[in-house]
């Protein structure tokens, strides 16, 4: 019945019942869960990343609890999270089963990072492009400058674990004793700075110079790209295999040939 004294006209169901409140919470409480657990993640990057691309995809023989899937996106939840660790890795995943009714996976943070370790080359070259081809059809023409792609080549280094094998591939800096360093990878990328994504990336020595590698990123360069990169890149076999292409380059011109050449900076002669 309703009993309440004003607005007696309207039917019970306008009004809040304890009833009511009770789903009210159990939602609420269900949609913490999700926000909380890989289930969020995957919701969120459904459109770009659906659950039948993964599915097709997953090279996992048998249903685990730290299979391709959720490991990929309690991964990425660690990523965006500012590199959160594996225990909250873990609680994602554990937070997903119980919010799907299944049996959650116990113990400490090693099945996880086991299950990292497992996860398919060709699985994450999989998704990296489905990304890529979602941010590419996504560019409009205000991303653009001047009706060009902007693309970016530059490189960097990051350490590794101190592993027998990476040492043997990327030594540490000579300048580190044996045993108290680590081993470090360089890397030379170009990001697509029309939609922020990563076109393609080479692994190299750390000391090794950027525009040895940079030959091999070439290829991410087509007809309507401006290839930007700091003076290191400033050769004539990198200009002429990116016009070759159909691409500009724009780069400060190397300090070597400034000095050889006599000319000022800021001169046109320094942009090609």
């Given amino acids: 019945m309703n009993k309440q004294p004003i607005l007696t006209g309207f039917p019970s169901t306008f009004f809040a019942t ?3 409140r009770y789903q009210a919470g159990i939602r609420a409480a269900k949609q913490e869960a999700i ?3 890989i289930s969020g993640y995957s919701q969120i990057f459904e459109d770009v990343l659906p659950s039948r691309l993964l599915a097709k995809h997953d090279p996992t023989l048998r249903q685990r ?3 391709h899937i959720p490991t990929f996106w309690a991964w990425l939840g660690q990523i965006m999270e500012a590199n959160a660790s594996c225990s909250k890795a873990l609680s994602l995943i554990q937070t997903w089963y119980q919010a799907s009714g299944l049996q959650a996976p116990k113990g400490d943070t090693s099945g996880f990072c086991q299950a990292r370790k497992r996860l398919k080359i060709d699985f ?3 998704l990296s492009s489905q990304v890529s081809s979602q941010l590419e059809q996504r560019t409009q023409d205000c991303d653009l400058w001047n009706g060009l792609k902007l693309k970016a080549i530059d490189g960097s280094s990051v350490q590794l674990m101190d592993s ?3 040492q043997q591939v990327y030594p540490q800096p000579p300048t580190q004793k044996p045993g108290c360093g680590y081993p470090v990878m360089g890397f030379v990328g170009v990001v697509n700075l ?3 994504g990563w076109e393609g990336f080479e692994t190299c020595q750390w000391q090794k110079h950027g525009a040895r590698v940079a ?3 070439l290829k991410y360069v087509a007809d309507g790209d401006l290839l930007m990169g700091d ?7 990198i200009i002429s295999l990116a016009q070759q292409r159909g691409g500009h380059v724009l780069m400060r011109l190397h300090q070597a040939r400034q000095r050889k050449n006599g000319l000022e900076k800021g001169s046109e002669s320094e942009s090609y």
């Fill in 194 to 196: 029309s939609h922020g």
């Fill in 164 to 166: 027998e094998a990476n």
């Fill in 65 to 67: 609890s730290f299979g």
């Fill in 215 to 217: 030959p091999k990123l």
């Fill in 18 to 20: 304890a009833k009511r």
């Fill in 35 to 37: 926000a909380k657990s």
């Fill in 231 to 237: 003076r290191a890149f400033c050769s004539y076999e």
């Fill in 124 to 126: 994450i070259k999989t």
